[in-house]
């Protein structure tokens, strides 16, 4: 099955700094990347998403890139607030349109320091 | 806020009993998947529902059970608990014809 690594697994940054987290996958096959946020106490909540067509997308402060070749993808905040504290989940799936399983990293802990 | 509503928030159950956690999807959504979360790790994939089959397991054994009811809502049951399964649940919701998934916030599971 598929396998996805997540570095770092902390990171602190100063405010308004940019901060960057890496994910590798194993298969192939996998075509839909989301990258999710969760607070202390609260469900893992969907901030972005990239599909295997895309090499890049961007909302606001938060991009996401994708690199099929090296199968790795990274999401990236800019001009970080404390708000911005929490642990991110990468996740990748084979989407089949017949429902899918998600398979996540092990999560880093961002620390935005005012 | 995604939609998806789980109960109960909190609860302790004793080594051996059995639990019920249950999830109501999103509006519009048909499937839902049930994750568990152990603490400092990523959600791993229990099973999906569709159309109130099963439509997908991991690597959990069949003491792990669901149910996906005709109104999309949905429960998990863990019978014979043990203490490892002490962690977060998640239930997520989403549609077969697309990727996402949204996540409730959680049934918080300790096993004594």
């Known amino acids: 099955g598929e396998n996805v690594e997540q570095h770092p697994s902390t990171l602190s940054v100063q405010e308004g700094d940019s901060a960057v987290i890496k994910c590798t996958y194993s298969?192939?096959?996998?075509?839909?990347f989301p990258w999710y946020k969760q607070e202390l106490g609260k469900g893992p909540q969907l901030i972005i998403d990239?599909?295997?067509?895309?090499g890049e997308k961007k909302d606001q402060r938060i991009a996401v890139t994708l690199n099929k070749t090296a199968k790795h993808f990274s999401l990236h905040i800019t001009e970080t607030q404390p708000e911005d504290s929490a642990v991110y989940f990468c996740?990748?799936?084979?989407?089949?349109?017949?429902?899918?399983?998600?398979?996540f990293g092990t999560g880093t802990s961002l620390t935005v320091i005012p | 806020e995604t939609g998806v509503t789980q109960s109960p928030t909190h609860l302790i159950k004793t080594r051996g009993q059995q639990v019920t956690l249950r999830c109501s999807s999103q509006?519009?959504?048909?499937?839902v998947s049930w994750y568990q979360q152990a603490l400092g790790q990523g959600p791993q994939f229990i099973f999906q529902?569709?159309?109130?089959?099963?439509?997908g397991r991991g690597n959990f054994p069949p003491r792990f059970s669901g149910l996906q009811f005709p109104n999309y809502s949905s429960e998990l049951n863990v019978n014979a608990l043990e203490l490892d399964d002490s962690a977060l649940y998640l239930c997520?919701?989403?549609?077969?014809?697309?990727?996402?998934?949204?996540f409730g916030e959680g049934s918080w599971l300790t096993v004594v």
């Open positions: 997520a919701s989403g549609r077969v014809e697309g990727n996402t998934i949204y």
């Open positions: 298969d192939s096959a996998s075509n839909y």
């Open positions: 990239i599909r295997s067509n895309v």
């Open positions: 996740a990748a799936t084979i989407d089949l349109n017949t429902g899918n399983q998600f398979y």
């Open positions: 509006s519009g959504h048909n499937t």
């Open positions: 529902y569709y159309r109130e089959e099963e439509n």
